[in-house]
């Protein structure tokens, strides 16, 4: 799931979640539930790189995964497509674009009958979320050539590993060059 807050991805999530019997994992209800609510610093990559490595562990017994994580960088969503390719498995990329006054409202409607459910997001949040946000375009939405990795980094797994910590590889690549599993 690709999207800003308030675009509706965890509302879709479900949907496909229930849709392909799929494990749905949504990082801010785990933030929420393991810290009180806030957001502790550096917290939330160790987080998603469990469930990220879960995910892969969870489609190797031949369950579908939803990450509903919000993916707003390229290169987050190009190096899980890499794992995933490399793992032998399907990825989709679905985008859920939101125009700024629909995301403001909808933040608001959230945080004014279910403020349990998110963290505080202001204003000037959600302007500067909007201004670090990397829409997919069409080549990676149709799930076309990954490009390389960032200058500095050998391949897509280093690089995942440096944004998610946690994230163990030995769940994710096949061992030893076989198939996963």
Known sequence: MVGLPGAGKTTRARELAAQHHALRMTPDEWMISLFDGSQPDNKRDLLE????????QTLRLGTSVVLDFGLWSRDERSALRRLAATAGVTCRVVYLPVDREVQRARVAHRQATAAHTTFPMTDA???EWRGWFEAPGAPELRGETIPGPPPGWPGWPEWAVGRWPSLDLT???PAAGGPLG
Do not use: C, K, N
């Open 49 to 56: 790189g469990r469930l990220i490595t879960l995910a892969f």
């Open 125 to 127: 949040d959600l302007d």
């Open 171 to 173: 769940a994710v690549l």
